[in-house]
């Protein structure tokens, strides 16, 4: 008996392992060097929205809206205080934030531009949030100069975030890395 070339098994195999292997490829493209440009939204000291777009600003990270530092004793609302300074740096001005991935929130990871001034490295010089390595030396000099939150006494916020169980984790956002809407 002659063996056939063409078999349904055969077509069905290799149709469904075509399949998963696009689905793959599509399923881990990220934008490159993905642009935004607009008014911002500020949603927090690291966070914003551009036309329906949120943006987390990369290599940074602000304290908690609700997290309070202690200055000469008192309490202060430092989360609040990082979020009205960006504002207030932003003034209603055109931002451009440019980035090359999402997070598993869908927001882009991106720096932020005020014109030619790079708004990452701006919070952390004036001590409104800390660095992850990108911007060490704006740190120093933050640090150096008791800036924002450095002429305070403030638990990191990725350690406050932990301690709140706050951690960047919803269930929300654990849905959204397998549902892309």
Sequence with gaps: MKRRFFSIRRAVTFVSIAALLIAMVIGTQTPENKALQGVAHISDG???????????LIGIDAPELQQNCVKQGEDWA??????????????????????????????LLATCYLGREDLNAW??????AVSYNDYAIDEVLARRDRRGIWASEFEEPHKWRARRGAAETSMLGWLWSFWPF
């Design 123 to 128: 919070l952390v010089r004036e001590g409104w």
């Design 78 to 107: 430092c989360g609040q205080a990082s979020k009205q300074a960006l504002a207030a740096k932003i003034n209603s001005n055109a931002v451009t934030c440019v980035g090359e991935r999402l997070d598993q929130y869908r927001r």
């Design 46 to 56: 690291d966070s914003l929205r551009i036309n329906r777009q949120s943006v987390r």
